[in-house]
């Protein structure tokens, strides 16, 4: 068994405050000037493990000189606090992953493009999914047995475990891993290690186990939303994880740069299997690990600023908007949900005001805020609150939640970085404003002014009468375009440079880039240089094809959107001058909000 490395141990905040512990391993093979943008190698263990297991994995690697190395704890495992296996669900893992790396770029000078991120299991899961939200510009990624399906081999375990948890919540008591150290690793040594490892813990708690299904079912779907460059490595003889859909996943993932490759008699653990099979591993590793940072294009991230006309957002658009087969059951059930909002449905007030005003409307994204079901007749009223529970609304109140606070913690920053004036914010499509106000309300000690703009007069009406409800000093409504870009420089009234821009839920009704693009452009002249862009995006819906069936949008017709992946927006976001600096994402992966900083020393498109 090889000699662990010597390393440090560190921690960083969680986005819930908590401290989480990592672990450290400087390079061991250091220059007499370490760059900033050092090579680095993160890893995520699997579960129920920890940082230090990849501890005896080190001196096997051929990593570059001046390769710093990173592994945490996560929440619940190793040295982190938290009940053991713990979390509120696999989004909260996804958060930290997210803030762990923020950390690491703050304070130990990583780079995405000089980062390649190592994961096992749970772990490869995880980082899939942080990249597949994030769309961090990874060098590389090696994935070793990802757990996409655990073999549950209790028939009914899942849906019985989704009623326990709905009826018990956080009450509902962890489940205790069936797999034996023998089943890992065919090394007797490393299954030993194993089963007397304090820090190892059976627990994974139940909302984390449904999460990694429910996250796994969405990396199946749209893997060709990565397109960083992976290796991925996959067990024989494996008992705790099922190998088709990692063959699927694979074949799905967008990259040009990509192997898979089965091992045939290893056993999960890769990294601790009997020698001859774990240098077959060490090998891949090293292999891959050469090529790309020997590589002198550090992601391959292709540009996606066409991807309204090339691609699979814009064939599955395309699809959306042909009708399928007349007499296929999809279409049959379709054809009854409609029938039900148009009898029925109309007896829910919020069924009846999309019915209405359309359901992508302004009005209709009110009503989902205020989430207080109501109805005629008792049946409404049930109907109202199955209407309101949509997966789709309940994304869409956790967006207000996330842009309340990145608008909040912008005007903050910009009084920060300006004391001597109060920060101004612009807002290109207002609505009836409600999230946007309650940022400023916030704000008050700050005392923030602020330009509300929106193409509906009723809208800015609407916003207006409850800004006064508010109180609210310093604001300015107009009626203005989002997309015409002379707006932004001939208004009737000229407006002060803004601080803060604010585009909300705005850029998804549209499924072409060239809009978008020109409002980007213009933002870019009206924010100023060191100011900040809060934007949204939609990168997935698990309900796109029935919203395209059966709901109508504001514009008439059928309402079909158009899904633009993270790395697409944040492209656009990007060459029109901006720079993402993080972006905050729902338990379900279905909407993004993202905060970007207008970069001081470049010129506007």
């Given amino acids: 068994m090889q000699t662990a490395a010597p390393h440090q141990t560190h921690t960083f905040t969680a986005p819930d405050h908590t401290e989480l512990t990592y672990n450290y391993w400087p390079s061991s093979t250091p220059t007499p000037e370490t760059p900033d943008d050092a090579p680095t190698l993160l890893l995520f263990h699997r579960g129920h493990e920890h940082g230090q297991r990849f501890a005896d994995v080190f001196p096997q690697l051929d990593l570059p000189p001046n390769t710093q190395t990173f592994a945490w704890d996560a929440r619940g495992h190793g040295q982190s606090p938290g009940p053991r296996g713990y979390a509120d669900g696999f989004h909260q893992l996804i958060e930290d992953a997210d803030a762990f790396f923020r950390h690491l770029q703050q304070h130990h000078g990583v780079t995405p493009q000089n980062t390649i991120v190592l994961a096992h299991s749970v772990g490869a899961v995880l980082a899939s999914a942080w990249i597949h939200s994030h769309a961090p510009k990874l060098r590389g990624l090696i994935l070793l047995s990802p757990a996409f399906r655990v073999r549950l081999y209790m028939p009914g375990a899942l849906p019985a475990l989704r009623l326990a948890h709905k009826l018990l919540g956080k009450r509902t008591p962890p489940v205790k891993s069936y797999v034996r150290p023998a089943m890992l690793t065919g090394d007797p040594g490393q299954a030993n290690a194993y089963a007397n490892d304090p820090l190892i813990s059976r627990n994974i708690a139940v909302p984390v186990l449904l999460g990694l299904h429910d996250t796994s079912s969405r990396l199946l779907r749209d893997a060709a939303a990565i397109h960083t460059p992976t290796l991925l490595l996959t067990s024989g003889r494996d008992f705790v994880v099922r190998r088709s859909p990692q063959r699927a996943f694979f074949n799905r993932l967008a990259s040009p740069t990509k192997r898979f490759r089965l091992l045939p008699g290893l056993k999960h653990d890769l990294l601790h299997e009997a020698d001859a099979g774990r240098q077959t591993v060490i090998d891949e590793i090293n292999t891959f690990i050469h090529h790309r940072f020997a590589d002198p294009q550090t992601h391959h991230t292709p540009d996606l600023r066409s991807a309204d006309r090339y691609g699979h957002t814009a064939d599955e658009y395309q699809?959306?908007?042909?009708?399928?087969?007349?007499?296929?059951?999809?279409?049959?059930?379709?054809?009854?949900?409609?029938?039900?909002?148009?009898?029925?449905?109309?007896?829910?007030?919020?069924?009846?005001?999309?019915?209405?005003?359309?359901?992508?409307?302004?009005?209709?994204?009110?009503?989902?805020?205020?989430?207080?079901?109501?109805?005629?007749?008792?049946?409404?009223k049930?109907?109202?609150?199955?209407?309101?529970?949509?997966?789709?609304?309940r994304g869409i109140r956790q967006r207000r939640i996330h842009l309340t606070q990145l608008i909040s913690d912008a005007l903050t920053q910009a009084a920060a970085d300006h004391p001597e004036r109060s920060p101004h914010l612009l807002e290109l499509a207002i609505g009836v404003g409600r999230y946007t106000l309650d940022a400023l309300e916030q704000n008050q000690p700050h005392h923030p002014t602020a330009t509300l703009r929106d193409f509906d007069p009723d809208n800015l009406a609407k916003a207006r009468q409850d800004a006064d409800a508010r109180g609210l000093p310093g604001l300015t409504f107009r009626t203005a375009d989002a997309f015409d870009h002379e707006s932004f420089h001939t208004p009737t009234t000229p407006e002060p440079p803004a601080d803060v821009a604010v585009v909300s839920g705005l850029y998804e009704l549209f499924p072409e880039n060239t809009p978008v693009q020109t409002s980007l452009a213009g933002l870019a002249t009206a924010v100023r240089p060191g100011g900040y862009l809060i934007y949204t995006g939609q990168p997935w819906h698990p309900q796109l094809e029935t919203i395209a069936r059966t709901l109508n949008s504001l514009r008439g017709g059928r309402w079909v959107m158009r899904r633009r992946t993270q790395a697409e927006l944040d492209?656009?976001?990007?060459?029109?001058?901006?720079?993402k600096q993080r972006t905050l994402v729902d338990r379900w992966g279905i909407f993004t909000v993202s905060l970007a900083i207008r970069e001081p020393h470049r010129a506007t498109p």
């Fill in 319 to 380: 699809r959306l908007q042909n009708p399928p087969a007349t007499l296929c059951p999809k279409q049959l059930g379709f054809a009854a949900q409609r029938l039900g909002l148009r009898t029925l449905g109309p007896l829910s007030n919020g069924i009846k005001l999309g019915l209405d005003t359309g359901f992508d409307s302004g009005q209709s994204l009110e009503y989902v805020y205020q989430n207080q079901p109501r109805g005629r007749l008792g049946i409404g």
């Fill in 571 to 579: 492209q656009l976001v990007a060459a029109a001058g901006f720079t």
């Fill in 382 to 393: 049930l109907l109202d609150r199955a209407y309101l529970n949509a997966l789709g609304w």
